[in-house]
C-alpha cells in the first residue's frame, strides 16, 4: 500500500508540473503583449536597438539558439543512468468472473498479485558521445546565425531609416520647387488674361505644376511605404506614428565614410569565415560519429521486483528479487553499409573543406571590393548632391528670367525636367551609399 500511495503520489507530482507549465506558458504569452506608445521618436540607434528588442523573427533565431542547448540535453541525457518504475495487479478470473482462488497444499492462496518494479539502466557508445561533440558544434553555428539574423536586422533598419529620410527631403524639395512655378503659372495666367502672353505659355508651365504634383505625391506614396517597411522591422502596429530624429548628414558625413574605411579587414572576424570553419568541424565530427557504427554498445541494467500475494502468506512464486543485466553488443555485417556511410561523411568532409578554403580566398576580394563600393558611392553621393544644387539654382533662376522675359518656355521646361532628374539620380545616390556602408559594416562584423 506504501508502494501504491508513492505511485499516486508520482502522478500527482507529474500533474502538478504539467499545471505549472501551463501557467508558465499562459505568463509568457501574456509577457508578450507589450505596450506600444502612439509616437515614437527614434534616432537610428535606437530604432536599430529597439528592433533588436522586439523584432519576432530574431526572437525566433533566439529560440533556435535554445532548442539547440535543449537537443544538446536530450543527448547528454541518453547515456545518463535512468530510472523506471511500475505498480500493476493481475486480476484473475474464474468463469463467474470471481477472483479466482487455488488450493496448494491444503492452503486457499490467491492468483491475482500486486507486483512492483523498479528498474535502472544505462546504455554508451561512441556515437553518443560523438553526438554530443555534434551538439555543441551545432550550438556555436546557431549563436553565429543568431548574430547574423541581428547584423541584417541593423542593416534593414538603417536602409529603410535612410529611405524614409531621403524621400522627406526631396518632397520637400519638391514642395518647394512647386510653390515657387505655382506662382510663376499664376502670373502668367494674368498675362494672358490682359494679353500680354499667350494661352501657350500658360499651358506650358501648367504641365510643369502637374507634373511636380505627381511627383511629390510618388514620393509621398514611397516615403510610406518605407515608413511601413520600417514599421514592419519594428514590430509596432500600423497606427504607430514614427518621428525620425537622425538626419542623413548623421551617416552620411565624410568623417562616418572615413571612419568606416579605416577599419582593418580581420578574415577570422568575418561571421560567414566562422560559419564555413565550424561546417568543416562539424563534418569531421560527422566522420567520426560514422566510424564509431563499428563500436560497441554497452549496457548495464539493475531491476528489482516484488510480487505481493495479499493475506496469503507462505503462497509464493519462486522468482528472484532483484536481477542484474550486463551486456556488450558488436555490430559484425551490414552488407557494407557502415563502410559506405564513413565514405560519404569523408566525402561530405572534403566538400567542406574545398568550400572554406574557396571563401578564405574569395573574401579578401570580397573585402577589396566593398571598400570600392563605399569610396565610388560617396563621391557620386557629393556629386549628385551637388547637382542637384545646381540645379535647383538653375531652375530657380531660370523662372526669375521667365518672370522677366529673359528666358523662354522652352528653357524653363528643360530647368524643371533637369531639376527632376537631379532629384532622382539624389535619391539614388543616397541609397546605393547607404547599402555600401551596409554591405562594409556586416563584412566587417562592426
Do not use: C
Not at 533588436?52 to 544538446?72: F, G, I, P, W
Request: net charge negative; no cysteine; glycine share 4%.
Amino acid at each position: 500500500m506504501k508502494k501504491i500511495v508513492l505511485a499516486i503520489g508520482m502522478f500527482a507530482f507529474l500533474a502538478n508540473g504539467m499545471q505549472a507549465a501551463d501557467h508558465v506558458m499562459a505568463a509568457t504569452k501574456k509577457a508578450e503583449v507589450r505596450e506600444v506608445p502612439a509616437t515614437l521618436n527614434l534616432s537610428l540607434t535606437e530604432a536599430q536597438d529597439y528592433a533588436v528588442e522586439t523584432n519576432r523573427s530574431l526572437k525566433n533565431a533566439s529560440l533556435a539558439v535554445q532548442k539547440v542547448y535543449a537537443q544538446r540535453w536530450q543527448t547528454i541525457a541518453s547515456m545518463l543512468p535512468s530510472l523506471d518504475g511500475s505498480v500493476g495487479k493481475t486480476l484473475m478470473l474464474n468463469e463467474d468472473f470471481k477472483e479466482h482462488k487455488i488450493n496448494f497444499m491444503g492452503q486457499e492462496g490467491s492468483m491475482s498479485p500486486w507486483t512492483y518494479s523498479l528498474t535502472a539502466a544505462v546504455g554508451i557508445n561512441g556515437q553518443a558521445i560523438v553526438g554530443a561533440l555534434l551538439n555543441n558544434v551545432a550550438i556555436d553555428m546557431q549563436k553565429l546565425n543568431l548574430q547574423q539574423s541581428e547584423d541584417n536586422l541593423r542593416a534593414n533598419v538603417k536602409t529603410s531609416y535612410a529611405s524614409v529620410l531621403v524621400l522627406q527631403n526631396v518632397v520637400t524639395l519638391l514642395e518647394t520647387s512647386l510653390a515657387n512655378i505655382e506662382q510663376m503659372a499664376e502670373m502668367t495666367q494674368r498675362s494672358v488674361d490682359v494679353g500680354a502672353a499667350e494661352q501657350t505659355t500658360a499651358d506650358l508651365i501648367k504641365v510643369r505644376v502637374n507634373t511636380l504634383k505627381n511627383n511629390i505625391n510618388a514620393n509621398l506614396r514611397s516615403t510610406q511605404l518605407a515608413l511601413n517597411a520600417l514599421k514592419v522591422l519594428l514590430d509596432v502596429p500600423a497606427n504607430t506614428e514614427l518621428v525620425l530624429t537622425s538626419t542623413l548628414e548623421d551617416f552620411l558625413s565624410a568623417e562616418a565614410v572615413l571612419k568606416l574605411l579605416g577599419y582593418d579587414f580581420a578574415l577570422e572576424n568575418n561571421l560567414n569565415y566562422q560559419l564555413l570553419e565550424k561546417n568543416v568541424e562539424l563534418a569531421k565530427k560527422n566522420v567520426h560519429m560514422a566510424g564509431w557504427a563499428y563500436g560497441p554498445t554497452v549496457s548495464l541494467a539493475l531491476q528489482s521486483s516484488r510480487r505481493d500475494y495479499g493475506d496469503s502468506e507462505g503462497f509464493t512464486m519462486m522468482q528472484s528479487p532483484h536481477t542484474v543485466a550486463f551486456s556488450v553488443s558488436m555490430p559484425l555485417w551490414s552488407s557494407g553499409k557502415r563502410a559506405a556511410g564513413v565514405v560519404e561523411k569523408k566525402i561530405a568532409l572534403e566538400e567542406a573543406r574545398n568550400t572554406f578554403a574557396e571563401t578564405a580566398n574569395n573574401l579578401g576580394i570580397q573585402n577589396e571590393q566593398l571598400r570600392y563600393n563605399l569610396q565610388n558611392g560617396y563621391e557620386t553621393y557629393m556629386n549628385e548632391k551637388d547637382n542637384m544644387e545646381v540645379t535647383q539654382r538653375v531652375f530657380e533662376s531660370t523662372t526669375n528670367k521667365f518672370n522677366q522675359g529673359a528666358a523662354s518656355n522652352l528653357d524653363l521646361v528643360n530647368a524643371s525636367n533637369d531639376l527632376i532628374t537631379a532629384q532622382s539620380s539624389y535619391v539614388q545616390a543616397v541609397l546605393t551609399l547607404v547599402n555600401a556602408q551596409v554591405e562594409l559594416e556586416k563584412f566587417l562584423n562592426l
